[in-house]
């Protein structure tokens, strides 16, 4: 299969919280797999000056959306983990989402945020569900 970033971006240009209001950007995209990235403004940051917890976690959740959801919008995130390993002084965060586990019903996605620097700022793991009846 050939995998479409304009069909990509077209799929979830609704998806507007994550790229209207977050301006999250799709930019790679693959077999159960997409990496977005997120050019960081003032309004990411949170009272002490650092990237909100929220916006990375909503990065993460954007790229599993996509890589769980390319070819059927049938899945949705039932359990979420994050962990942030590091603040960052870039200016840009990549999320990279693979699947690891594909089942009929749940599926198990791993996804790393790093900044435009290398570093790894946080780890997050999801749990996918197929949604019936779609």
Same mark, same amino acid.
């Given at each position: ?25 799709? $930019? ?102 197929? $949604?019936?009846?779609?």
């Amino acid at each position: 299969m050939t995998y479409d970033l304009s069909k990509a971006k077209e799929r979830f240009a609704n998806d507007l919280f994550a790229t209207d209001v977050t301006g999250i950007e799709i $930019i790679d995209v693959g077999e159960l797999y997409a990496k977005c990235t997120l050019l960081l403004q003032p309004k990411h940051l949170n009272a002490m000056g650092a990237v909100m917890g929220g916006v990375i976690y909503t990065l993460a959740d954007f790229a599993f959306a996509v890589a769980a959801n390319y070819d059927t919008l049938d899945m949705v995130s039932i359990s979420g983990d994050i962990k942030f390993l590091s603040s960052t002084n870039g200016n840009v965060l990549y999320a990279e989402a693979r699947c690891i586990k594909k089942g009929r019903r749940n599926s198990f996605f791993d996804i790393d945020v790093t900044d435009n620097n290398g570093k790894l700022v946080a780890k997050v793991s999801i749990l996918g569900a197929k $949604i019936l009846n779609v």
